[in-house]
């Protein structure tokens, strides 16, 4: 069964940080550009960051450079978001994507809930 499971949400102090981790099973991500997205109730979901298959690249959302960092081990089928210097606005759901453009292939997490809070 083809499966992301997103892990390390919880609740934490606006300044604190945070590390999710996207766990695949039943394929390989090697192929797969790795995505963060998050959305928060009433609003649209957002991509919070993304990683290239070999690594090589990331992006990130302006209102999270400087604070995020994604990166991935492909022996470990695995990705990750360090999320450092929280904020309120960062609460929201956030959900691992991987996707394979060449085959336009897509799957998804059920996410977890990250909340900002004091």
């Known amino acids: 069964q083809v499966q992301l499971v997103e892990s390390g949400g919880g609740l934490v102090q606006p300044g604190g940080s945070l590390r999710l981790s996207c766990a695949a099973s039943?394929?390989?991500?090697?192929?797969?550009?790795m995505r963060w997205y998050r959305q928060a109730p009433g609003k649209e979901r957002e991509l919070v960051a993304g990683?290239?298959?070999?690594?090589?690249?990331?992006t990130y959302v302006d209102s999270v450079k400087g604070r995020f960092a994604i990166s991935r081990d492909n022996a470990k089928n695995t990705v990750y978001l360090q999320m450092n210097s929280l904020k309120p606005e960062d609460t929201a759901v956030y959900y691992c994507?991987?996707?394979?453009?060449?085959?336009?292939?897509?799957?998804w997490g059920q996410g977890t809930q990250v909340t900002v809070s004091s």
């Open positions: 990683i290239t298959s070999t690594g090589g690249s990331t």
């Open positions: 039943g394929f390989t991500i090697s192929r797969y550009a």
């Open positions: 994507n991987a996707l394979w453009g060449r085959y336009g292939s897509s799957y």
